[in-house]
Protein backbone atom coordinates (compact mmCIF):
# COMPACT_ATOMS: atom_id res chain seq x y z
CA UNK A 1 0.00 0.00 0.00
CA UNK A 2 0.88 3.42 -0.51
CA UNK A 3 2.59 5.13 2.43
CA UNK A 4 1.09 8.04 3.83
CA UNK A 5 4.09 9.90 4.17
CA UNK A 6 7.51 8.51 2.34
CA UNK A 7 10.63 10.30 2.61
CA UNK A 8 13.19 9.42 0.12
CA UNK A 9 16.37 10.08 1.05
CA UNK A 10 16.36 13.12 2.86
CA UNK A 11 18.52 15.67 3.60
CA UNK A 12 18.85 19.05 5.15
CA UNK A 13 21.54 21.60 6.00
CA UNK A 14 20.97 25.09 7.55
CA UNK A 15 22.83 27.46 5.92
CA UNK A 16 25.27 30.73 8.50
CA UNK A 17 25.85 33.86 7.47
CA UNK A 18 29.35 32.85 6.15
CA UNK A 19 27.53 30.26 3.51
CA UNK A 20 28.67 27.76 5.67
CA UNK A 21 26.36 23.98 5.69
CA UNK A 22 25.81 22.54 8.81
CA UNK A 23 23.78 19.21 8.34
CA UNK A 24 20.78 18.67 10.43
CA UNK A 25 19.40 15.62 8.89
CA UNK A 26 21.11 13.02 6.21
CA UNK A 27 19.82 10.33 3.91
CA UNK A 28 16.61 9.97 6.13
CA UNK A 29 13.93 7.50 4.33
CA UNK A 30 11.04 6.85 6.04
CA UNK A 31 7.47 5.21 5.71
CA UNK A 32 4.06 6.58 8.05
CA UNK A 33 1.38 4.44 6.69
CA UNK A 34 -2.33 6.53 6.66
CA UNK A 35 -3.70 6.07 10.06
CA UNK A 36 -0.06 5.16 12.40
CA UNK A 37 0.52 6.68 15.37
CA UNK A 38 4.78 7.49 15.39
CA UNK A 39 6.90 8.67 18.16
CA UNK A 40 9.97 10.62 17.24
CA UNK A 41 12.44 10.43 19.82
CA UNK A 42 16.39 12.06 19.72
CA UNK A 43 18.39 14.00 21.84
CA UNK A 44 18.43 17.52 21.62
CA UNK A 45 20.02 18.56 17.90
CA UNK A 46 18.97 15.18 16.73
CA UNK A 47 17.12 16.38 13.48
CA UNK A 48 13.42 16.11 14.92
CA UNK A 49 12.31 19.40 14.99
CA UNK A 50 14.15 19.93 11.06
CA UNK A 51 12.12 16.62 10.01
CA UNK A 52 9.01 17.93 11.31
CA UNK A 53 9.48 21.42 9.47
CA UNK A 54 10.54 19.59 6.19
CA UNK A 55 7.63 17.48 6.21
CA UNK A 56 5.16 20.77 6.98
CA UNK A 57 7.00 22.23 4.09
CA UNK A 58 8.49 25.16 6.73
CA UNK A 59 12.02 24.04 5.62
CA UNK A 60 12.73 22.70 1.59
CA UNK A 61 14.84 19.94 1.35
CA UNK A 62 18.84 20.34 0.48
CA UNK A 63 18.43 16.42 -1.10
CA UNK A 64 16.26 13.87 -1.44
CA UNK A 65 11.92 13.92 -1.66
CA UNK A 66 9.13 14.32 -0.19
CA UNK A 67 5.86 11.95 -1.01
CA UNK A 68 2.29 12.36 0.79
CA UNK A 69 -0.27 9.73 -0.67
CA UNK A 70 2.49 8.74 -3.22
CA UNK A 71 2.65 12.39 -4.47
CA UNK A 72 5.73 14.25 -4.85
CA UNK A 73 5.07 17.48 -3.07
CA UNK A 74 8.65 18.66 -1.80
CA UNK A 75 12.09 18.05 -3.65
CA UNK A 76 15.39 20.76 -3.60
CA UNK A 77 14.32 23.78 -5.86
CA UNK A 78 11.66 26.76 -5.72
CA UNK A 79 8.65 24.67 -4.13
CA UNK A 80 5.07 25.78 -5.61
CA UNK A 81 2.69 27.52 -3.24
CA UNK A 82 -0.10 25.97 -4.39
CA UNK A 83 1.53 22.74 -3.18
CA UNK A 84 2.81 24.38 0.00
CA UNK A 85 -1.20 25.16 1.19
CA UNK A 86 -2.43 21.83 0.17
CA UNK A 87 0.16 19.82 2.29
CA UNK A 88 -0.54 22.15 5.50
CA UNK A 89 -3.90 21.84 5.54
CA UNK A 90 -3.34 18.21 5.27
CA UNK A 91 -0.40 17.92 7.79
CA UNK A 92 -1.34 19.98 10.99
CA UNK A 93 1.09 21.00 13.21
CA UNK A 94 0.97 21.97 16.84
CA UNK A 95 4.16 23.17 18.33
CA UNK A 96 6.04 23.51 21.84
CA UNK A 97 4.75 26.35 23.54
CA UNK A 98 1.25 26.70 24.27
CA UNK A 99 1.22 30.67 24.32
CA UNK A 100 2.74 31.34 20.94
CA UNK A 101 0.20 29.55 18.92
CA UNK A 102 -3.23 31.24 19.86
CA UNK A 103 -3.90 34.27 18.26
CA UNK A 104 -7.35 35.62 18.87
CA UNK A 105 -8.31 36.72 22.27
CA UNK A 106 -11.59 34.63 22.29
CA UNK A 107 -11.16 30.47 22.05
CA UNK A 108 -13.81 30.35 19.22
CA UNK A 109 -12.47 32.82 17.28
CA UNK A 110 -9.35 31.27 17.58
CA UNK A 111 -10.48 27.44 16.34
CA UNK A 112 -12.08 29.70 13.38
CA UNK A 113 -9.08 31.10 11.63
CA UNK A 114 -7.72 28.21 9.69
CA UNK A 115 -11.45 27.45 8.17
CA UNK A 116 -11.91 31.27 7.33
CA UNK A 117 -8.96 31.31 5.23
CA UNK A 118 -10.32 28.29 3.45
CA UNK A 119 -13.19 30.59 2.33
CA UNK A 120 -16.12 28.57 3.61
CA UNK A 121 -19.44 29.75 4.61
CA UNK A 122 -20.06 30.90 7.72
CA UNK A 123 -22.23 28.04 8.45
CA UNK A 124 -20.13 25.68 7.43
CA UNK A 125 -17.39 27.58 9.79
CA UNK A 126 -19.50 27.45 12.76
CA UNK A 127 -19.88 24.12 11.80
CA UNK A 128 -16.38 22.92 12.43
CA UNK A 129 -15.32 25.55 14.95
CA UNK A 130 -18.20 23.30 17.05
CA UNK A 131 -17.47 19.83 16.24
CA UNK A 132 -13.12 20.82 16.86
CA UNK A 133 -13.64 21.83 20.39
CA UNK A 134 -15.99 19.13 20.75
CA UNK A 135 -13.40 16.76 19.83
CA UNK A 136 -10.80 18.22 22.36
CA UNK A 137 -13.12 18.63 24.92
CA UNK A 138 -13.18 22.68 24.87
CA UNK A 139 -16.86 23.36 23.48
CA UNK A 140 -17.79 24.89 27.47
CA UNK A 141 -14.71 27.20 26.92
CA UNK A 142 -15.97 28.46 23.27
CA UNK A 143 -16.18 32.14 24.20
CA UNK A 144 -13.56 32.43 26.80
CA UNK A 145 -10.53 34.31 26.66
CA UNK A 146 -7.29 32.24 25.69
CA UNK A 147 -5.30 33.96 28.68
CA UNK A 148 -7.53 32.37 30.89
CA UNK A 149 -6.97 28.59 30.11
CA UNK A 150 -4.74 26.71 31.33
CA UNK A 151 -1.24 25.08 28.84
CA UNK A 152 -3.12 22.34 28.76
CA UNK A 153 -6.68 23.69 27.77
CA UNK A 154 -4.94 26.32 25.42
CA UNK A 155 -2.50 23.10 23.50
CA UNK A 156 -5.97 21.39 23.06
CA UNK A 157 -7.92 25.00 21.37
CA UNK A 158 -4.64 24.59 19.38
CA UNK A 159 -5.25 21.24 18.43
CA UNK A 160 -8.85 22.33 17.80
CA UNK A 161 -8.00 25.19 15.19
CA UNK A 162 -5.70 22.69 13.18
CA UNK A 163 -8.95 19.77 13.53
CA UNK A 164 -10.92 22.58 12.00
CA UNK A 165 -8.87 22.07 8.97
CA UNK A 166 -9.77 18.41 8.31
CA UNK A 167 -6.40 17.41 8.29
CA UNK A 168 -5.06 13.76 7.44
CA UNK A 169 -2.27 13.74 9.51
CA UNK A 170 -0.98 16.24 12.61
CA UNK A 171 2.89 16.53 13.70
CA UNK A 172 2.92 17.64 17.49
CA UNK A 173 6.39 18.84 18.12
CA UNK A 174 7.29 18.22 21.86
CA UNK A 175 3.46 19.70 22.37
CA UNK A 176 3.25 18.51 25.78
CA UNK A 177 6.86 19.19 27.09
CA UNK A 178 5.84 22.43 28.43
CA UNK A 179 2.52 21.07 30.35
CA UNK A 180 1.71 20.21 33.91
CA UNK A 181 1.49 16.55 34.33
CA UNK A 182 -2.64 16.68 34.21
CA UNK A 183 -2.30 19.22 30.73
CA UNK A 184 0.19 16.13 29.24
CA UNK A 185 -2.54 13.16 29.82
CA UNK A 186 -5.42 15.50 28.55
CA UNK A 187 -3.65 16.68 25.45
CA UNK A 188 -2.12 12.56 25.08
CA UNK A 189 -5.69 11.73 25.60
CA UNK A 190 -6.47 13.97 23.15
CA UNK A 191 -3.96 12.62 20.22
CA UNK A 192 -4.79 9.08 21.02
CA UNK A 193 -8.30 9.62 20.65
CA UNK A 194 -7.97 11.62 17.04
CA UNK A 195 -6.07 8.32 15.96
CA UNK A 196 -8.19 5.67 17.32
CA UNK A 197 -11.17 7.03 16.36
CA UNK A 198 -10.85 8.61 13.42
CA UNK A 199 -7.65 6.95 12.11
CA UNK A 200 -5.22 10.15 12.13
CA UNK A 201 -1.79 9.65 11.43
CA UNK A 202 -0.03 10.95 14.04
CA UNK A 203 3.73 12.19 14.14
CA UNK A 204 4.60 12.96 18.14
CA UNK A 205 8.06 14.66 18.51
CA UNK A 206 8.72 13.35 22.47
CA UNK A 207 11.24 13.33 25.14
CA UNK A 208 8.91 10.97 27.36
CA UNK A 209 9.04 7.01 27.04
CA UNK A 210 5.93 6.70 28.63
CA UNK A 211 4.04 8.95 25.82
CA UNK A 212 6.42 7.17 22.86
CA UNK A 213 5.23 3.55 24.30
CA UNK A 214 2.04 4.80 23.45
CA UNK A 215 2.38 4.99 19.66
CA UNK A 216 2.61 2.53 17.12
CA UNK A 217 5.93 2.46 16.33
CA UNK A 218 9.03 4.71 17.28
CA UNK A 219 11.44 6.61 15.01
CA UNK A 220 14.66 7.33 16.98
CA UNK A 221 17.16 10.15 15.16
CA UNK A 222 20.94 10.75 16.21
CA UNK A 223 22.50 13.12 14.23
CA UNK A 224 20.49 13.64 11.86
CA UNK A 225 20.09 10.05 10.88
CA UNK A 226 17.25 7.20 11.96
CA UNK A 227 19.02 5.11 13.82
CA UNK A 228 16.19 2.83 15.10
CA UNK A 229 12.75 2.28 13.90
CA UNK A 230 10.95 -0.50 15.64
CA UNK A 231 7.63 -1.40 16.08
CA UNK A 232 5.31 -1.53 19.36
CA UNK A 233 4.69 -4.95 19.13
CA UNK A 234 8.44 -5.90 19.33
CA UNK A 235 9.07 -3.12 21.29
CA UNK A 236 6.63 -3.97 24.20
CA UNK A 237 7.80 -7.93 24.18
CA UNK A 238 11.60 -6.72 24.59
CA UNK A 239 10.39 -4.34 26.97
CA UNK A 240 8.07 -6.63 29.57
CA UNK A 241 11.64 -9.10 29.66
N1 LIG B 1 17.53 27.87 12.38
C1 LIG B 1 18.65 27.16 12.49
N2 LIG B 1 19.83 27.64 12.04
C2 LIG B 1 20.97 26.92 12.14
N3 LIG B 1 21.04 25.70 12.69
C3 LIG B 1 19.91 25.19 13.17
C4 LIG B 1 18.65 25.87 13.11
N4 LIG B 1 17.71 25.09 13.68
C5 LIG B 1 18.32 23.96 14.07
N5 LIG B 1 19.64 24.00 13.78
C6 LIG B 1 20.63 22.94 14.04
O1 LIG B 1 20.20 21.78 13.34
C7 LIG B 1 20.40 20.60 14.14
C8 LIG B 1 19.07 19.89 14.32
O2 LIG B 1 18.21 20.75 15.05
P1 LIG B 1 16.70 20.40 15.37
O3 LIG B 1 16.07 21.61 15.91
O4 LIG B 1 16.08 19.77 14.18
O5 LIG B 1 16.87 19.29 16.51
P2 LIG B 1 15.82 18.67 17.53
O6 LIG B 1 16.05 17.20 17.50
O7 LIG B 1 14.46 19.18 17.22
O8 LIG B 1 16.32 19.23 18.95
P3 LIG B 1 15.50 19.61 20.28
O9 LIG B 1 15.25 18.31 20.98
O10 LIG B 1 16.42 20.48 21.03
O11 LIG B 1 14.25 20.31 19.87
C9 LIG B 1 21.04 21.09 15.43
O12 LIG B 1 22.43 20.94 15.31
C10 LIG B 1 20.65 22.54 15.49
O13 LIG B 1 21.62 23.29 16.19
MG1 LIG C 1 13.05 20.29 18.32
Known sequence: ????????????????????????LEDVSIEIPRGQFVAVLGHNGSGKSTLAKLINMILIPTKGEIYVDGQLVSSPGEPDE??????????????QNPDNQIVASVVEEDVAFGPENLGLSPDDIRLRVDASLEAVGMRSYATSSPSRLSGGQKQRVAIA??????????????????????????????????????????????H??????????????????????????????????
Open 161 to 206: GIIAMLPECIIFDESTSMLDPAGRRDVMNTILSLNRSRGMTIIHIT
Open 82 to 95: DVIFDVRRRIGMVH
Open 1 to 24: MTPYIETRGLSFSYEDTDGNLHPA
Open 208 to 241: DMAEAALADRVIVLSDGRVTLTARRTKFSRASRR
